[in-house]
């Protein structure tokens, strides 16, 4: 279900999102398991990357993490990942009441959260090669199909007009951004109270 999902989301978004809303993206879905799924995508290409590849500035040695320091600094940011993409569906149920006339309580914006997302973290594998141009160049891809997947897919999950529509998925994105910028801002005060990664050269 959810490797058809994803495909489909790579494919045929405008198809896709139409048949999620047929569904009613029922809080009967496991979207929490598949956020705990996609979540472990960057960590683990990350600790591959970073401890086993290393990666190469000019023509100098090949640099890379020890296992002990890396390791901390995954676990924190899987559990970053996921507090950080379940905020956001709390935040688009809420948001939800004010920008749609939908008052149900089977929608679910953790589920509409994890498929936006769903680029970004699928396609985060790319760290498993940790060249800083091959990552950037993912990250503005991944980050950018993400927003087409945003504002393609508000009104057609929500059933309202497009202009509705595009502020609707502008507050998601803001609030996705202010998530991003916690998590950064925290992560730099784990690492300034001893958590830094540990370099082999």
Not at 138 to 163: C, D, H, N, W
Not at 181 to 196: H, N
């Amino acid at each position: 279900m959810l490797i058809n999902r994803i495909w489909g989301l790579f494919l045929r978004p405008g198809k896709e999102w139409e048949l999620i809303q047929e569904e009613q993206a029922s809080r009967s879905k496991p979207y929490l398991l598949y956020l705990l799924l996609l979540a472990a995508i960057p960590p683990i290409a990350g600790y591959i990357g970073a401890t086993q590849i290393g990666w190469q500035i000019g023509n100098g040695s090949i640099t890379k993490l020890t296992v002990t320091s890396t390791i901390p600094l995954c676990i924190a940011a899987y559990f970053a990942i996921v507090i950080g993409i379940y905020a956001t569906g709390v935040a688009i149920d809420w948001m939800h009441r004010t920008y749609t006339d939908r008052q149900d309580t089977q929608f679910s914006g953790l589920g509409f959260a994890v498929y936006v997302a769903t680029p970004l973290l699928v396609l985060s594998i790319i760290g498993i090669y940790p060249e800083i141009w091959l990552g950037l160049i993912t990250l503005v891809i991944a980050s950018s199909y993400s927003a087409y997947l945003l504002y393609k897919g508000v009104p057609i999950l929500f059933q309202i007009p497009r202009e509705r529509g595009a502020l609707f998925a502008s507050a998601i994105l803001t609030f996705a951004l202010v998530m991003a910028v916690v998590l950064i801002i925290s992560t730099v005060i784990i690492w300034a109270v001893g958590f830094s990664p540990v370099f082999t050269n």
